[in-house]
């Protein structure tokens, strides 16, 4: 079964803190592993993302730790600011067979920074 | 500027009306992709298409249809609308190469 389960369903967090969503999953054909952000009114769009055979991967607040063991991976967003308030969803790319390239997606977190 | 576009933005319409949902992309992506999304915010999958006439069902069943004729253009139709389709619908893209999705913005479907 390709699920990928989020927590927390939501998060508030102050401004200058650090956000932490946390994402597991369970079939080991995944091979590609993006995280997006959502604003109201707008599609998702790609935020970050990290191949398993990295442990972790920074672009400028936002960091993705991944444990390949564990089949866990998580997003850290540094110096929180209330515009980084969206619904920030994780995602897993299946690389096997005949659903080659579809992203499963977790449920979703909903992240408000107070100023 | 490659883009994935979907419109109507927001429409709204009566039960057992004929619907076609645009998305057009212009980033010469194989893969397109169709997903409701509910206010509770998950995504689901109702149909996918890896290229020119290839079209598949996604993980929710929907009453919905695709078509592939051009590799630029993936409407989505429903043929007789009901309350229960009310939804968000979006629309993604993505190459062969390529690791993420591209959305589109979205088309928020009431059926009254």
């Known amino acids: 079964q390709q699920q990928v389960k989020q927590s927390p369903q939501s998060l508030i967090v102050q401004k200058g803190g650090i956000s932490i969503i946390n994402c597991a999953y369970e079939?080991?054909?995944?091979?590609?592993f993006p995280w997006y952000q959502q604003f109201p009114g707008k599609g998702p769009a790609l935020l970050i993302a990290?191949?398993?055979?990295?442990s972790e991967k920074k672009e400028g607040r936002f960091t993705i730790s991944f444990n390949k063991s564990a089949k866990q991976f998580s997003l850290h967003i540094m110096d929180s600011q209330p515009g980084d308030s969206a619904t920030y969803f994780c995602?897993?790319?299946?690389?096997?067979?005949?659903?080659?390239?579809?992203?499963?997606f977790g449920q979703g977190t909903i992240l408000t920074v107070h100023p | 500027e490659a883009d994935i576009y979907q419109t109507p933005r927001y429409l709204v319409i009566g039960t057992g009306k004929k619907i076609t949902l645009e998305c057009s992309q212009t980033?010469?992506?194989?893969?397109m992709y169709w997903y409701q999304q509910d206010p509770g915010m998950e995504l689901h999958l109702i149909h996918y298409s890896y290229g020119v006439n290839s079209t598949e069902k996604g993980d929710l069943s929907s009453e919905s249809t695709v078509s592939r004729i051009r590799t630029e253009h993936f409407p989505l139709t429903l043929e007789s609308a009901r309350p229960s389709h009310t939804s968000q619908y979006l629309c993604a893209s993505a190459s062969f190469s390529a690791g993420g999705y591209t959305f589109g913005s979205g088309t928020r479907l009431t059926v009254v």
């Open positions: 079939n080991t054909a995944f091979d590609y």
């Open positions: 995602a897993a790319r299946y690389a096997g067979g005949t659903s080659y390239g579809k992203l499963t």
């Open positions: 990290i191949r398993p055979d990295v």
């Open positions: 980033m010469g992506h194989d893969k």
